[in-house]
């Protein structure tokens, strides 16, 4: 499966590996000239991830175990020419892509702005670039592109929020960014190609949904609004609360009969369609609804109304004024939830549906674009944000 074909009219050309960590799974592709040779998933066991008490601390293990099964397939370090990495959780940053440097290494390594596998990712691409380099060296290799390194690209928690987006209730709680950048920006790039627009005329909000839900405003290349995947400012989703009252979250808080962590897996994992049904399978969800029971069609339309109301929400950001309403993410693959959403939301403009994600593809369109000069690649400052546009 081609990725990619051209960039500015050239074919493309060099071999890109793909880096995607998750709490569980190891996620790897390997491109060669814009073509999926191979897309693998290593899924590390209860009994392998035990054995570190910290997820940061399973770098190497990780690193090792791609790098194995790159040997195994057949794949030779020496002929990678880049590595592309899935952003972890740091600021200051904004939408694009980046170089894997020291800052951004530190910064993943203390989990200052929040501990989760995804943090791992550029650590292995780094790590994966230097034994490339350490090969190439020691096999007398003159690269074609130059020295191998690795960058990630729309890390989740970049802001590019106009100011007022960020003003929150009382001063504590600024609003803050945690969205699906990847797949959404890789989404709206591919909506831009079909329809021959440019970024800076298109105004669009995307909806992602999978098992987060995250709907941005995407305008003139930048992304000035969204809601926060994991910060409770957000519609219900299959495994999520989204946005709950507070003051019953209050007492919950302060009623002595959960934890601090048992609370948040009460939002975050155990939320949404898994705290009413104990599944995340938005499937499971429909064919129920479908099949007549009621409960499964009340959260159904809640699930339904509640995306909406956000997606209305981000147009009138604008003021209503947008190009495009596009639905992406795994739950899109719905005909009926995709079609019911936009029966509330079609008076604001034309719908676009985009089934699926693929993070490891849009890693590699990055790649190419990189290889081919066609991008800014930006420098990560851990103190301050540095804006290259």
Do not use: W
Not at 61 to 68: N, Q, V, Y
Not at 351 to 370: D, F, Q
């Amino acid at each position: 499966m081609k990725v990619i074909d051209t960039i500015n009219g050239k074919p493309v050309k060099g071999n890109v590996l793909a880096v995607n960590t998750g709490s569980i799974t190891t996620k790897f592709a390997y491109y060669v000239d814009g073509e999926t040779v191979l897309d693998d998933k290593i899924e590390h066991s209860v009994e392998e991830l035990s054995k570190f008490k910290d997820v940061m601390e399973q770098d190497k293990m990780r690193t090792k175990a791609i790098m194995d099964a790159l040997d195994k397939l057949g794949v030779k370090l020496e002929d990678i020419d880049i590595v592309m990495a899935r952003g972890g959780l740091f600021t200051p940053c904004i939408t694009g892509v980046y170089n894997v440097n020291d800052d951004m290494v530190e910064v993943l390594n203390s989990c200052r702005d929040g501990r989760h596998a995804c943090n791992l990712s550029a650590l292995i691409g780094r790590e994966i670039a230097e034994e490339i380099n350490r090969t190439r060296a020691d096999k007398g290799i003159t690269p074609r592109f130059g020295e191998c390194v690795s960058y990630i690209a729309d890390p989740p928690m970049a802001d590019e929020m106009l100011p007022e987006c960020h003003v929150g209730g009382i001063p504590e709680f600024p609003r803050t960014t945690l969205f699906h950048a990847l797949n959404t920006r890789a989404i709206m790039r591919r909506y831009l190609r079909e329809t021959g627009r440019k970024a800076e005329d298109t105004t669009a909000v995307i909806c992602h949904m999978g098992g987060g839900v995250t709907i941005s405003l995407h305008k003139g290349g930048r992304v000035i609004d969204t809601s926060h995947g994991l910060g409770g400012d957000g519609p219900i989703t299959p495994e999520r609360a989204g946005c709950c009252p507070p003051y019953p979250l209050i007492d919950m808080c302060f009623s002595g009969k959960y934890t601090k962590e048992q609370i948040k897996k009460k939002l975050i994992g155990e939320g949404g369609a898994v705290a009413y049904f104990g599944t995340n399978d938005m499937r499971v969800i429909e064919q129920r609804a479908i099949e007549g029971r009621e409960d499964y069609q009340l959260f159904l339309k809640a699930f339904v109304m509640t995306v909406a109301k956000y997606i209305a929400a981000m147009a009138s950001v604008v003021d209503g004024k947008i190009d495009v309403i596009i639905m992406t993410g795994g739950v899109a693959y719905s005909k009926y939830i995709t079609d019911a959403i936009s029966k509330k939301v079609a008076f604001l403009g034309p719908i676009k549906v985009y089934p699926g994600e693929n993070e490891l593809g849009s890693l590699a369109e990055n790649g190419y674009m990189i290889l081919a000069g066609a991008t800014k690649i930006r420098t990560y400052n851990k103190d301050r944000l540095i804006d290259e546009c």
